[in-house]
């Protein structure tokens, strides 16, 4: 078994983690993918408390027409990004965790943005 120090999951990990450290003022947008979905939520690390959360359960598909898992995400993106600009949150710091930015955690982050979300 290997290492845990030296798996590349958790070095990736703790480098995004200690980039966001050095951000305190701003709430921190976590993203947690798993193979069947994709979920994201606001946290105020001040606090310890979820402020928005999101699920990519809560996306209804239009029409007959079924979605990708990178569609959904994107909505799911703009969704969070509306629900966060109705409790007057604007500027977030991404957190991806140990997950690599393309894919599903680009979709989120690009939908987020493109909702209002400043990062």
Do not use: W
Not at 15 to 37: A, C, E, F
Not at 74 to 91: C, F, N, Q, R, V
């Amino acid at each position: 078994m290997k290492n845990r120090l030296k798996t590349a999951k958790f070095r990736r990990t703790t480098r995004v983690r200690r980039k966001i450290r050095q951000v305190i003022n701003s709430p921190r947008l976590s993203v947690y993918r798993s193979n069947k979905g994709i979920y994201a939520q606001i946290i105020d690390d001040g606090t310890g408390k979820t402020l928005v959360s999101v699920s990519e359960k809560e996306i209804k598909s239009e029409g007959e027409k079924k979605l990708t898992r990178i569609e959904k995400a994107g909505i799911a993106g703009k969704l969070l990004a509306e629900k966060a600009l109705k409790k007057k949150i604007k500027k977030v710091v991404f957190d991806r965790g140990c997950n690599r930015y393309h894919g599903r955690v680009k979709a989120l982050a690009e939908g987020s943005r493109a909702g209002g979300l400043i990062f």
